[in-house]
Each structure stands twice: as structure tokens, then as C-alpha cells.
């Protein structure tokens, strides 16, 4: 580790937190329906957006109706998106002539892009056509990532009404995120990209003669304009299959640390906007504090690890420290123009949100190192998270929490004014149970099945790591992968598709039925013995209560893996 590597995280840190009041302001004020400053632009396409759509903007939803409309979209979206890939071979903006995606790798791929993960089975440059990409990833980039947003703002309606039988409206939460957030940013990201060297065309893809004489052909797109999305709304498919470690995707440090801070660009303000929407900002900054914490908690344990190097080269006396004269540490997987450091931080930032975007290999990462993107995805991507999950998702264990709380002090749990009972308790433990289910299930049977076991490259703890992290990244719907794994087979794109299906789906359920009771209760005053959830002593709590619970379920399938495989690689008798 070096002076100058932690200078590099520190300064990543203060720009999130700089962007998190401001952009949070700015979110509140759309979600309210307020007047920004775009509002003089963009108010007339939104309200034609609601004419055209037959979409009443007076009229809100209860939270079954608010789910079926979510659901009804993103059927609709997966049909569409199913539709493009198997008829693209016919289809115009295809120069390279890329037929039609085979249905069980067009399955996969539909329902990863309408449930946000991104997860990728396929070479992107030679299996998807320009059209594919735009009409098809990069439009659900925009819609995904905006129904997680939306959903987040549900469950936070459901803490600030009081006796409300509605939680808004899923198609104005939906249009005003995509029209006042999204789009405008990624314009003038998209712009900034371009002018940093990222292709934004529609050309044919180019044939060189190398300096040894051979032919090579240079892929190219419209790369910008799905890039900036990709980032902002954590969706993490790349463009080209070696991602963000791509020239094309990310042309140089600028970009690197500018991809970095879209990851948290959205998730982290909108502990702002639930802090601003409570009517209490130092509830917003709570949450934040744990996310911060178990975020900067996860970017030391890997670059730790990453920068110590391995431990099997020690008998072979390699010189593994930082100099003048090289990087040190573990550079096997890594993007030479960005090093340990800013591979650490990505890693742990990509995998805190849903986004999977990556520019190192996570199946290079020492076995402790590859730990942290695992369990960061296991406890459901809350550190910030992917836009929107990551909030609900933790205030779905901030419920839980002050529960124990309540039960410790023998009184009834109480959150921003609110009697948690028996049913949100119910539903926030059916929303967490949710994910380990997928993740375990899958994995036990991808373990014990030929079809499953055809998969990693490796033998041992490092290929049932790569299982695990594969199960792991579909139900947590994050999209990175431990590269090694071949996934590209009917049973991996079948398996994965339905944990992706699960992991976003059935964990919606639960989670706006809270929003639901939460909003038809009443305030309940503070009194002299009501839990404050704005101290230090509940980020305490809630940061025990995420780690417990997520130690409790995951340990065994953990230890299985990459504790193992650490174990080994020290003692000298890995592979």
C-alpha cells in the first residue's frame, strides 16, 4: 500500500460525499413534483409523455397496484428485449451482420437487463448488433435503473405519510426519473466521454495490419451513450466483453475516477432525498454513515490483500513490493494503467452497488480480497447500492433492527415515528431470507450436477468460489462475475436468468408491502423512551445487525470457498 494510493481513495471519498447534499436536494425536488431548473425544458415533454400514455398525474397508487404496474412494465420490457435479440440478424444497424442470439443466451440476457444486473454470458462485440445494444441494453439501462430508483422513493413515502392508503405513482416516478435525472446526465457525461476518447458511431467495425503483419479488428459503437448509463445507473454491462478494463469503455484515469464516482452518484444522495423526505436529514446521514463505513471497511481489506501480493510466490523469493521500478502487490488481472489502488477501490465500489462493471478480474484477487465483492453482494448490496435497492434494502434492515432494539428494552419497536409489528418484521425478514435461498439453492445444484460442475475453470475451493460468486452476482442482480466460469450454456442461462428473477422480484414484493403499512399508520410522537436512530449508537446497531445476520446465513458457503482457498495458498498446497 501506498501514500499515494490512499490519497486516491480519500479523494474518491470526498467527492461522494460533496455530490450527496446537493444531488439530494435536487431529487427531493423532483420526486415532490417541484420546480427545478429544468423544469421550464422538460415540463412540457413530461406532461405530453402523460397525455400520450393515458397516465392521470393527480392520481396515485395503493402498493399492490403500485407493484402490478412495475410488474406489467418490466414484462413488457423483457418481451420487447427477447424480441430484438432473436430477430437482429433482419433487423438494420447490424454492419457486422451478427445473427440472432440463441433463445436460452436471449432469455438470460432479457431478464438480466430488465431486473438491472447486467450479468453477461456472451461476447458483446461479437454477439450483439449496434441496434441490441441501444434499442435494447441501453434503453433498459435508463428504465431499470429508474424503477429502482422509484421503488426506493415508494418505501420512503411509506415513512413519511401518515394514514395514506397510496405510496405515489409508478408511471410518474418512473417518467420524472428517467426525464429529470438520468437523461440529462448521461447527456453531458456522454459528452465528456466522447471527448476523452470513447467511439460514439455507428461504423463498421475496422481491420488493421499490426506492425508484425497480421490482421486485427478494431470493434467500435456507440460507446459513450451506454457507458454513461451503464455507471450512473449501476447496471454494469459493458459494451466490449473486457468492460471498463477496455480502452474504449475507460480510455484513462480521468474516466476511471469520474465511472467511479457515477457508481455512487445516485445511491449515495439518496440517503439525502429519505432524510429530506422524513422531514429529518440527520436520519439520512445515519444511514449514510453505515454505508460509509462498511464501504471504506471493504476498499482497506482489498487493497490489503491485492497490494501484499501472493503468498505463493514468497518460496520463490519474488519481489512483490511498491517502487520506483514497479506496482508491487498482486498485478495478475489488473489494468496497468490504473494499478492496485484504483483496482481495489472499483472492485469494492462496483460490488457495493449492483453496478458489476469491473476494470480488474475479481477471479485474480487474492482468496480474502475476492471475499469482500462476494459478501458485498451477499448482504444485498446496501453500501450505497445499486440506485434505489441499495436504500430500500437497507431500510429494510434498519427495520429489523430497531425490532431487536425494541426487544431488548422490552418496548415496541418504534422507526421515524412508526410501530414496527409483526407484519413489517414478517416481510422484512421474507425480503432478506429471499436472497440466501437463491444464492445457496442455486449453488448446491450447480455443485452437484454435471451440467453445473462443466462450468469453472478451476478445481477446488476456487471453482466452488466461482459457483458461489456466479449465483451470487445473478440474485444480488450485480452483473460482475470470477471470469473463469463458462457460463454460456443452458443450464447456467436458465439458472441464472430465474436468480436474477428472484433476486429482484420477490425481494419487490415484500419490501412495498412495508411501504404500504408504513403509510397507512400514524406518527407516533418521540418520547422519553423512544430509540433515536439518528446516533451513533444506532449505526452501531445496524451495522451489527447487517453483519451478524450476514454472517449467520453465509459463513458455511463462505468458509467453503475463499477462506479455504486462502488457507491453502498460505500453507503451499493450493492446486
Not at 455507428?202 to 457507458?227: C, D, F, H, M, R
Amino acid at each position: 500500500m501506498t501514500v499515494n494510493g490512499w490519497i486516491q481513495i480519500a479523494l474518491y471519498s470526498i467527492v461522494i460525499i460533496a455530490l450527496t447534499k446537493p444531488v439530494g436536494f435536487y431529487m427531493t425536488s423532483v420526486f415532490s413534483g417541484e420546480r427545478t431548473f429544468l423544469s421550464p425544458i422538460l415540463r412540457p415533454i413530461e406532461r405530453a409523455v402523460y397525455a400520450i400514455c393515458g397516465v392521470n398525474e393527480a392520481e396515485e397508487q395503493h402498493w399492490v397496484t403500485y407493484a402490478i404496474a412495475m410488474a406489467f412494465f418490466s414484462a413488457a420490457g423483457f418481451v420487447a428485449l427477447y424480441a430484438i435479440q432473436r430477430l437482429q440478424g433482419v433487423l438494420p444497424f447490424n454492419p457486422q451482420g451478427q445473427s440472432a442470439v440463441e433463445q436460452s443466451l436471449a432469455f438470460n440476457t432479457s431478464v438480466s437487463f430488465v431486473t438491472n444486473t447486467n450479468w453477461q454470458s456472451y461476447v458483446p462485440e461479437t454477439t450483439m448488433s449496434y441496434l441490441t445494444q441501444m434499442a435494447g441494453l441501453t434503453v433498459h439501462n435508463f428504465v431499470s435503473a429508474a424503477t429502482g430508483i422509484a421503488l426506493a422513493v415508494a418505501l420512503i413515502r411509506g415513512f413519511s405519510r401518515r394514514s395514506a392508503q397510496s405510496i405515489g405513482n409508478f408511471w410518474i416516478d418512473l417518467t420524472r426519473c428517467t426525464l429529470y435525472i438520468l437523461l440529462p446526465a448521461s447527456i453531458v457525461v456522454g459528452l465528456f466521454f466522447v471527448w476523452q476518447g470513447m467511439p460514439q458511431n455507428l461504423n463498421p467495425y475496422t481491420t488493421v495490419t499490426t506492425l508484425e503483419g497480421a490482421k486485427q479488428v478494431i470493434a467500435q459503437g456507440p460507446v459513450a451513450s451506454q457507458e454513461v448509463i451503464k455507471m450512473m445507473g449501476t447496471n454494469g454491462g459493458g459494451f466490449f466483453n473486457t468492460n471498463s478494463a477496455h480502452p474504449y469503455e475507460n480510455p484513462n484515469a480521468l474516466t476511471n475516477f469520474v465511472e467511479m464516482v457515477l457508481i455512487f452518484s445516485l445511491g449515495a444522495p439518496l440517503t439525502n432525498v429519505f432524510g429530506r423526505m422524513v422531514g429529518n436529514q440527520r436520519q439520512g446521514w445515519a444511514i449514510f454513515a453505515v454505508m460509509g463505513l462498511l464501504y471504506l471497511t471493504g476498499v482497506a481489506t482489498v487493497y490489503h490483500y491485492e497490494a501484499g501480493g501472493n503468498p505463493a510466490f514468497a518460496a520463490l523469493h519474488v519481489d512483490q513490493t511498491a517502487s520506483a521500478l514497479q506496482a508491487g502487490g498482486n498485478m495478475e488481472g489488473k489494468e496497468v494503467r490504473f494499478g492496485i489502488a484504483n483496482s481495489a477501490l472499483f472492485t469494492t465500489v462496483t460490488t457495493d452497488a449492483s453496478c458489476g462493471a469491473v476494470n480488474t478480474m475479481h477471479d485474480s484477487l487474492m482468496p480474502l480480497a475476492g471475499l469482500v465483492p462476494m459478501v458485498n453482494i451477499m448482504l444485498g448490496e446496501i453500501i450505497f447500492g445499486g440506485v434505489g435497492s441499495g436504500l430500500y434494502g437497507m431500510l429494510i434492515f434498519a427495520v429489523l433492527a430497531v425490532f431487536i432494539a425494541g426487544l431488548m428494552v422490552g418496548r415496541t419497536p418504534e422507526y421515524l415515528g412508526k410501530k414496527i409489528d409483526a407484519k413489517e418484521v414478517k416481510m422484512a425478514m421474507l425480503a432478506i431470507l429471499i436472497l440466501p435461498f437463491s444464492i445457496l439453492g442455486f449453488s448446491a445444484l450447480a455443485t452437484v450436477l454435471p451440467a453445473g460442475l462443466a462450468g469453472p475453470a478451476n478445481a477446488g475451493p476456487h471453482g466452488f468460489s466461482e459457483i458461489l460468486y456466479a449465483y451470487t452476482s445473478a440474485t444480488g442482480n450485480n452483473g460482475s462475475a470470477f471470469a473463469g466460469i463458462s457460463a454460456n450454456t443452458p443450464f447456467y442461462n436458465s439458472t441464472l436468468g430465474l436468480a436474477m428473477f428472484i433476486g429482484r422480484f420477490l425481494m419487490i414484493a415484500p419490501m412495498l408491502a412495508i411501504a404500504g403499512s408504513l403509510a397507512a399508520k400514524k406518527i407516533v410522537p418521540a418520547s422519553a423512551g423512544t430509540f433515536p436512530t439518528d446516533s451513533g449508537l444506532f449505526v452501531g446497531l445496524l451495522i451489527g445487525v447487517i453483519l451478524i445476520t450476514g454472517g449467520l446465513i453465509y459463513f458455511p458457503a463462505v468458509a467453503l470457498g475463499p477462506i479455504v482457498e486462502n488457507l491453502a495458498m498460505h500453507a503451499g498446497t493450493l492446486y
